[in-house]
């Protein structure tokens, strides 16, 4: 038996242990945070898919305004059943329109950075299920309003569907920088549903509504349209930022705003009462979209100002409408115009 000693080269020795590696870091490094949306694309809530190409967001201002052409009426207010009718009705009728407009406007969605996360263009959401949807809230929509208000509002609600998909999605949006100027008789319908609703007819306060939705609609579109022209331009849809800049977007902008202001006084002509409470109180509303327009004017470029003049527009017409309702409360009809001049005139006597 041979021993260590004996080898040649005596000994062979024992390898030493290998020190251990050093301690790179105690805690190890939390993966990077996943990357923010870009900055044109405003971060949201994410809605289940079936949800989302509804558009709920939209349909809150649609039935503000469903509400106050029902307030325009000499029958206001309505009893329970037909109100809950006539607004769940347009409620499913607007949801089915923003379910067709998804479909037809996927391809596109998908190539824009705004809306590239949707439901359909990221998969979240098929094209059968999502038409599947909108066929069944069209035809429940149909169905409530004609048997729960009557066949006239079932069929302006059906024609504002289809003017939304068809006259504005389909035929204007592609092709004119006007698209929003024609296609917003879409979003126009409502009061005139409303109206029907309430008295089965079209009357003059209907109209008015419908004329003041038509006007209002492109300042407050526009000023939208501004904050996402890049989006716009790179997939070729001509909005008026991207065919004629930003400066006549804002004179445009002004011009609308104007109009809007001036037909809003006429609600004081067509409300059956409660018409001193409404052009009071209008006043300051329409003080400040002029306010907020005017600002836009003098810097077109600026993403706040048209970022705060679009929230105004919205909180503007929802705050119009609940001007009509308030304005046909007991308390404003039992104060006539009449009934204030002489208040008038008895303070002017009392101060002399």
């Not at 407050?220 to 501004?226: E, G, M, R, T, V």
Request: some cysteine; proline content about 10%; glycine content about 10%.
């Amino acid at each position: 038996m041979v021993s260590a000693q004996d080898l040649p080269f005596g000994p062979v020795p024992l390898p030493l242990p290998s020190a251990p590696p050093p301690v790179l870091a105690l805690v190890q490094p939390s993966p990077p945070p996943p990357a923010s949306p870009p900055p044109s694309v405003r971060p949201s809530v994410r809605l289940p898919a079936w949800l989302e190409v509804a558009k709920p967001r939209l349909i809150p201002l649609l039935l503000a305004t469903t509400v106050g052409g029902m307030a325009l009426s000499a029958t206001w207010p309505l009893d329970g059943l037909r109100l809950g009718c006539t607004l769940v009705g347009g409620a499913m009728a607007s949801a089915a329109a923003g379910v067709l407009n998804c479909l037809w406007e996927q391809d596109l969605d998908g190539r824009m950075q705004r809306t590239s996360r949707r439901a359909l263009p990221s998969g979240r959401l098929a094209q059968r299920q999502a038409f599947l949807l909108a066929i069944a809230l069209a035809s429940t929509a149909t169905l409530v309003l004609s048997l729960g208000v009557n066949p006239l509002a079932a069929a302006l609600a059906l024609l504002g569907l289809c003017s939304y998909v068809l006259l504005y999605t389909a035929l204007l949006k592609p092709r004119t920088s006007q698209n929003i100027v024609i296609g917003g008789v879409a979003g126009a319908i409502p009061p005139l549903v409303g109206a029907a609703a309430a008295t089965g007819q079209l009357g003059w306060g209907g109209w008015w509504l419908f004329s003041l939705v038509m006007v209002w609609t492109p300042a407050h579109f526009w000023s939208l349209a501004l904050l996402l022209r890049d989006d716009y331009r790179s997939v070729g849809i001509p909005m008026l930022p991207v065919v004629r800049g930003v400066a006549a977007t804002a004179r445009a902008i002004t011009a609308y705003s104007w109009i809007t202001v001036l037909l809003s006084g006429f609600g004081v002509l067509v409300l059956p009462s409660g018409g001193w409470l409404y052009a009071l109180l209008l006043v300051p509303f329409n003080g400040r979209l002029l306010q907020l327009t005017g600002r836009l004017g003098q810097a077109p470029a600026d993403p706040q100002a048209a970022r705060n003049l679009f929230r105004w527009s919205i909180f503007y017409l929802f705050g119009l409408c609940l001007l009509l309702v308030l304005a046909r409360t007991h308390q404003a009809a039992a104060v006539a115009v009449p009934d204030l001049v002489q208040l008038w005139q008895l303070a002017q006597g009392g101060a002399s």
